[in-house]
């Protein structure tokens, strides 16, 4: 069964600096997702994305944060000079229809020192 | 703005027996979906039940059953005979038609041997 890979598995950054997280969402899906979840909370939306562009955010992606599809299989979140808040477990999901459960990744552990 | 609420941080049930997981949800829309997402310790999220608000049949998925009560905001989730494997944080999740999903703070389940 095709699945959302992301990469990498687990991501150290020092504070400040920038950090890119990859996920593949499956071939034919056409909307994707970010989501955080913070070691022992409840998993938090980030943005939508169809179309090529954001078709929903939530008040924590702020200017800090930026997604992209450079390609026609990868889907970036782009942190940039990050915070040790920002340390959390991320997860990318996508979905075919909008009607249809969101398939998610096993999410990339990005670690803020 | 919805909102999902489960009140049970932590449950425990016997294996083989039967355990209920609440949520309840707020929301002004009439079309909706809910989810039912496990998070084993291996951090991935896994589907494991869903609800087309529209419906009123309650979903079910072999030991997975939930019970939808569209007037009352409310979608619990039965696991019956539980199995060890069953053990994980559960997240209600719920997802308006624009596409954003809001998820529980989890229900941390334990299977007793």
């Known amino acids: 069964e095709p699945e959302v890979t992301q990469t990498p598995s687990h991501q150290v950054t020092q504070m400040g600096q920038e950090v890119i997280l990859r996920c593949v969402p499956i071939?034919?899906?056409?909307?994707f997702y970010w989501y955080r979840q913070i070691l022992g909370q409840k998993v938090e939306f980030l943005v939508s994305?169809?179309?090529?562009?954001?078709?929903?955010k939530s008040e924590i992606f702020d200017d800090q944060f930026s997604v992209e599809r450079p390609d026609g299989s990868n889907f970036t979140l782009k942190i940039r000079s990050t915070k040790l808040e920002d340390s959390a477990m991320y997860f990318c999901?996508?979905?075919?229809?909008?009607?249809?459960?969101?398939?998610f990744g096993d999410g990339t552990r990005l670690s803020i020192l | 703005a919805q909102t999902v609420t489960q009140s049970q941080p932590e449950m425990s049930v016997q294996e083989a027996e039967t355990v209920t997981l609440s949520c309840t949800y707020d929301?002004?829309?009439?079309?909706?979906?809910l989810f039912w997402y496990k998070q084993p310790p291996s951090r991935q999220m896994i589907l494991v039940i869903r609800?087309?608000?529209?419906?009123?049949q309650n979903a079910t998925e072999n030991r997975f059953s939930v019970n939808f009560q569209k007037a009352a905001k409310s979608f619990s989730l039965k696991i019956s005979d539980s199995q060890l494997g069953d053990a994980a944080m559960y997240f209600c999740?719920?997802?308006?038609?624009?596409?954003?999903?809001?998820f529980g703070a989890g229900t941390r389940l334990t299977v007793k041997p």
């Open positions: 999901a996508s979905t075919r229809q909008t009607n249809q459960p969101q398939h």
């Open positions: 999740a719920y997802r308006s038609n624009n596409n954003d999903m809001r």
């Open positions: 609800q087309e608000a529209y419906k009123q």
């Open positions: 929301t002004s829309e009439s079309d909706y979906y």
């Open positions: 994305f169809y179309n090529n562009e954001i078709s929903e």
């Open positions: 071939s034919n899906h056409l909307y």
